[in-house]
């Protein structure tokens, strides 16, 4: 594992120096600096995995350091150091996105205890989401951003992007990491008992309340309540929930008295509320509420480049499970299932590796083992028809020309330059919007009309 780097910034040498001293001892990379103005120049110059500052400095404190230094790159851990006289400075520290404080004077077993659970919890991050792709690297960042602050956080992604992946790894990052985290589909829950559910319920509220009973609100106090297709909640519930936010206190059914809560709520949808709130069907005032933290999850076709690691890491997950020996994909079932679009994300592609290993009978997984639905956008493999030239090629360029002429050869029709080049209808698709080539009319008729076209293409295939 690489060794982290840290930045150690106080005013007084000596402090300095024993800091260095006993965290380089313990294999840690240490820069330190006089000043939060010369912490913030060393920023520019090289990256720091943490900041561990001192709160009361000459010129600018450590408080100010701290919102320089997560404007600048948000993913930074800063822990700062404090006199017992500065405890209610810290604890502000910590409510603008500090990691943790440490009272002067300090232990070494304290330091490095706070240090090493720090670093874990970046470690655990990468753990759970498991990514090589520049945009899940951005959603990582953004975690550790929203994960901060107790605000309201939506996320926003289709079916099988990890929604609630991404809503735990939030909570794992929070100052509430230690307490509950609570998930509820409000899709998949009845409306009157969705009600009970987040919100609890007295004994004799109604029908077959025997007992009191606790809702998700109580349950989750201090933690985070996830909840997942939040556009499908009724417009009553949605009164009810934008009061529990806004007053941070719920009634439970059948009860009068107010219950305060402490509550991080997280919510997600596939949906679009913005259109929603414009078709009065969610209330715009709900809306602002939850969206004041928002977090996009790219689909799979947007970040390609995950997919070889997704299928190795789920390879390795599914076949823990069995006592079989299966050491990988072929290379046409691999290259099938880097080509296909996966319209249900990363779900449909844990999906078909574990049906994969269960229906592989060798130690190598085939085409044949994969999804019927997968299978049928493949192609046989061919030999190439092209002469490398010696001094190699552009292979980007070489496949932007190819797709040109195809579409110029077939007038536009994606259908058409998709068989002449072998590909499928989305695997093309796909292509046409990594290069940024239109659909340029060449046919004298709209977009809407040549897309028509295409879809009756398509049609004499089926």
Known sequence: MARKNILVVDDEKSQREILEMILASEGYNI??????????????????????????????????????????????????????????SAKEALRRGAFDYLEKPYDR???????????????????EIISASPKMENVKKMILKVARSSSTVLIRGESGTGKELIARAIHNQSPRVTEMFQAVNCAAINENLLESELFGHEKGSFTGAHAEKKGLF?????????????????????????????????????????????????????????????????????YYRLNVLSVDVPTLRERREDIPVLLDYFLKKHTRNTSRLIRGLDTD??????????????????????????????????????????????RPAAESQFKLPTEGIDFEDVERHLIMQAMERTDYNITKAAKLLGLTFRTLQYRLDKFGIKRTDKRGGTNEENGADDDAERGKEV
């Open 31 to 88: 820069t330190t600096a006089s000043s939060g103005e010369a912490a913030l120049k060393m920023l520019k110059e090289r990256r720091f995995d943490l900041v561990l500052t001192d709160l009361k400095m000459t010129g600018m404190d450590g408080i100010e350091l701290l919102g320089r230094l997560l404007a600048y790159d948000s993913s930074i851990i800063v822990i700062l150091l404090t006199a017992h006289g500065s405890i209610d």
């Open 109 to 127: 077993e304290a330091l490095l205890t706070t240090l090493a659970r720090a670093f874990s919890r970046l470690e655990a991050l990468d753990t």
């Open 218 to 286: 109580e349950v989750a106090d201090r933690g985070t309540l996830f909840l997942d297709e939040i556009a499908e909640l009724d417009v009553s519930l949605q009164a009810k929930l934008l009061r529990a936010l806004q007053e941070r206190e719920i009634r439970r059914v059948g009860g009068v008295r107010p219950i305060k809560i402490d509550v991080r709520v997280v919510a997600a949808t596939n949906r679009d509320l913005r259109g929603m709130v414009a078709d009065g069907r969610f209330r715009d005032d709900l």
């Open 333 to 378: 079932a691999r290259r099938v299932m880097e080509d296909y679009a996966w319209p249900g994300n990363v779900r449909q592609l844990e999906s078909a590796i574990e049906r994969a290993i269960l229906l592989c009978e060798g130690d190598l997984i085939t085409v044949d083992d994969l999804p019927l639905e997968v299978r049928a956008e493949s």
